[in-house]
């Protein structure tokens, strides 16, 4: 995980340990202004299996985002596909707690991914 990713991370409410990849000057500075520095899991208390929901969660619809970015689709024509909206589309490829695995995956098989493809992107 590098610095760009942990500084995402932190803006979502997720944290990042320094064995992802954050550089440990990084590291140090945010614990020395009162910043916690961890794993998801002990950041937010999770149990094993709601860590590994999440980590499906957000890898799934990583996914779906950079498809539909690389076919040059909108947010608007991936909801036409799906049969939703826009904003649905938005808080999908956001991981939202509110939308379920099936949309995520619908929404991968709207922009044509194949199931090898959605099980490669749930083993990233």
Request: charged content about 30%.
């Amino acid at each position: 995980m590098d610095d760009i990713r942990c500084r995402q991370n932190l803006r979502i409410g997720r944290s990042c340990q320094y064995g992802d990849g954050m550089r440990t000057d990084v590291a140090r500075r945010l614990k020395a202004r009162g910043w916690k520095v961890g794993d998801t899991t002990e950041f937010l208390g999770l149990s094993e299996q709601e860590a590994a929901l999440v980590d499906l969660r957000l890898a799934l619809s990583r996914s779906v985002r950079e498809r539909r970015l690389k076919l040059g689709l909108s947010q608007v024509e991936l909801a036409s596909r799906l049969g939703s909206s826009q904003s649905r589309v938005a808080k999908l490829e956001a991981a939202d707690a509110t939308v379920s695995l099936d949309l995520l995956i619908r929404g991968l098989l709207a922009l044509g991914a194949s199931r090898r493809e959605i099980g490669r992107a749930l083993a990233e």
